[in-house]
């Protein structure tokens, strides 16, 4: 059965962004050590589960042409996944959507997400989106989460696990540290 592996940069206060979806103490820390294992890690998936405002964000950056734009080698690796693999919107507000491959899912997030869980293929990979885990993660239908923590404190913002009702237990099973001093996180829900 495919797996839906959330991966999530937090500041290490605790927050996956500022009071209006701000992200830019993300990107201070951004290395090309961090987009090769950014591209590594959706290259074991296949499906991207997305929400609205991750959605309308990412495909604003990623949706144009990586050719064009001043990257390292290894985020064009990772815009070429992204804008090739099927991404799966989960939003109540959206009637469209634009970018490739994309679609807005039509049943509930439940049975969308069993559903796809049982298809072929590879992994299926959550970024942001801190509404739509906290429904899977509820449902028990979240499998891994990778936390990008950061090394940065914002005091205030949106914190990732606001909308879960009780205690989530997990084992960490891997820790990868970065040269800026970002570290991933690794667990597995108990």
């Known amino acids: 059965m495919r797996k839906v592996i959330v991966s999530m940069n937090v500041t ?8 209006h979806c701000e992200l830019d103490w993300h990107f201070k820390s951004w290395n090309e ?6 591209a590594e890690q959706l290259s074991k998936a296949d ?3 997305l929400g609205g405002i991750t959605y ?3 495909a604003q950056y990623w949706n144009s042409n990586p050719v064009n734009a001043i990257r390292p080698r290894e985020d064009l690796d990772f815009a070429s996944m992204l804008n090739s693999y099927p991404k799966v919107v989960f939003s109540k507000t959206m009637s469209t959507v634009t970018w490739n491959n994309a679609r807005l899912a039509k049943r509930d997030i439940g049975e969308e997400v069993a559903e796809l869980k049982h298809r072929r293929g ?13 429904a899977l993660t509820k449902l028990g239908l979240v499998d ?4 990008w923590v950061h090394p940065v404190v914002i005091g205030c913002g949106k914190p990732v696990f606001k909308e879960l009702p009780g205690m989530l237990d997990l084992e960490l099973y ?6 800026s001093g970002v570290v991933i996180l690794y667990y597995t829900i108990k």
């Open 47 to 49: 499906t991207i589960l």
């Open 56 to 58: 309308r964000g990412m």
């Open 122 to 134: 590879k992994d299926m990979i959550i970024y942001g989106s801190g509404k739509i885990v906290a």
């Open 144 to 147: 891994e989460f990778r936390m």
């Open 174 to 179: 891997k820790i990868e540290a970065f040269s």
């Open 33 to 38: 050590e961090m987009a090769r294992a950014t």
């Open 12 to 19: 290490l206060d605790g927050f996956m962004a500022g009071e």
